[in-house]
Nanobody, 123 residues
Framework: QVQLVESGGGLVQAGDSLRLSCAAS????????MAWFRQAPGKEREFVAG????????YYADSVKGRFTISRDNAKNTVYLQMNSLKPEDTAVYYC????????????????WGQGTQVTVSS
């Protein structure tokens, strides 16, 4: 079992930055691929970014590429999402998720989820 707790969300203006954190506990964190997803009201949960267990390989949704950066610190059991140049369309609840093996963009492929943290970007 892996328990995930997100933090760092908030209300910001367009163009601002935020850094989300996801703290993991339980089984060996470094064994897991980690990802961030988001879900806006009335919309499907969508993939944002993923990172492999070593932190060497990353993958981003086209909508955030060049603005968001995913990273992890296995010594701290934490994964981060640095979000720059935020836009109103980035407004959503952001979730971190964990799975073994490879990065997947489909949310049913992930085994463990946090409770989510709200990000609201005003125009």
């Amino acid at each position: 079992q892996v328990q995930l707790v997100e933090s760092g969300g908030g209300l910001v203006q367009a163009g601002d930055s935020l850094r989300l954190s996801c703290a993991a506990s339980g089984r060996a964190f470094s064994n897991y691929v980690m990802a961030w997803f988001r879900q806006a009201p009335g919309k499907e949960r969508e993939f944002v970014a993923g990172i492999n267990w070593r932190g060497v390989s990353t993958y981003y949704a086209d909508s955030v590429k060049g603005r968001f950066t995913i990273s992890r610190d296995n010594a701290k059991n934490t994964v981060y999402l640095q979000m720059n140049s935020l836009k109103p369309e980035d407004t959503a609840v952001y979730y971190c998720a964990a799975r073994r093996l490879a990065i997947e963009v489909s949310h049913p492929q992930y085994d463990y989820w946090g409770q989510g943290t709200q990000v609201t970007v005003s125009s």
